[in-house]
């Protein structure tokens, strides 16, 4: 079983920045993607960001040019600039996993609150 463990998650100002990151405990055959979701109070989990295998971003259009995703091997990061009070919401990172002649599936992990302040 793979572990999604992310930090980083915080009280920060409106127009400051925080970095989240998400940490596989091992490698993930049949990776499809990596990416960020939130939920905040009262509303859906919506998609944030995602990175493919190969390289290719996905952003919702209320962060581009805000936020900006990465990866590094098991890592996956989401570099949240210029902050606003409706980026407030619990942060959870997931993988997209896709096996060859089997269904696909999903990891997610314990999500992290980032909280800004107005």
């Known amino acids: 079983q793979v572990q999604l463990v992310e930090s980083g998650g915080g009280l920060v100002q409106a127009g400051g920045s925080l970095r989240l990151s998400c940490a596989a405990s091992?490698?993930?055959?049949?990776?499809?993607?990596m990416g960020w979701y939130r939920q905040a109070p009262g509303k859906q989990r919506e998609l944030v960001a995602t990175?493919?295998?190969?390289?290719s971003t996905n952003y919702v259009d209320s962060v581009k040019g805000r936020f900006t995703i990465s990866r590094d091997k098991n890592t996956v990061y989401l570099q949240m600039n210029s902050l606003k009070p409706e980026d407030t919401a619990v942060y959870y990172c997931?993988?997209?996993?896709?096996?060859?002649?089997?269904?696909?599936?999903?990891?997610w992990g314990q999500g992290t609150q980032v909280t800004v302040s107005s």
């Open positions: 091992r490698s993930i055959f049949s990776i499809n993607a």
């Open positions: 990175i493919t295998t190969g390289g």
């Open positions: 997931n993988a997209d996993v896709r096996p060859l002649f089997r269904p696909s599936y999903d990891y």
